[in-house]
């Protein structure tokens, strides 16, 4: 059973922007904290945003100001609004549930979408 699919990746040059979306099962997404997280060519997988079921976000540094998460609890969707985007953007996105702490997911892992940014 898929858990997770997120879609809206794509090549923007810097300075441009992306929205990304993902869809949950209800199990996941119900009551859970939503996150963003992302994985760049030889990098590990880092945060990058979070988004509590009432609503309360935070964001990693090198994205905060430029990225805006939010949440459909109606569809059980999560969307990502990323701005003026730079080149070390560049990375596989995938969102998730987060467990009882940070770092910790409940869901498996999706395909992600493919953001690429060129200089």
């Known amino acids: 059973q898929v858990q997770l699919v997120e879609s809206g990746g794509g090549l923007v040059q810097a300075g441009g922007s992306l929205r990304l979306s993902c869809t949950a099962s209800r199990r996941l997404f119900r009551d859970n904290t939503m996150v963003w997280y992302r994985q760049a060519p030889g990098k590990q997988r880092e945060l990058v945003s979070t988004?509590?079921?009432?609503?309360?976000?935070d964001y990693a540094d090198s994205v905060k100001g430029r990225f805006t998460i939010s949440r459909d609890n109606a569809k059980n969707m999560v969307y990502l609004q990323m701005d003026s985007l730079k080149p070390e953007d560049t990375a596989v996105y995938y969102c998730?549930?987060?467990?009882?702490?940070?770092?910790?997911?409940?869901?498996?892992w999706g395909q992600g979408t493919q953001v690429t940014v060129s200089s």
């Open positions: 988004i509590t079921s009432d609503g309360r976000t």
């Open positions: 998730n549930a987060e467990g009882p702490y940070r770092g910790y997911v409940i869901g498996s």
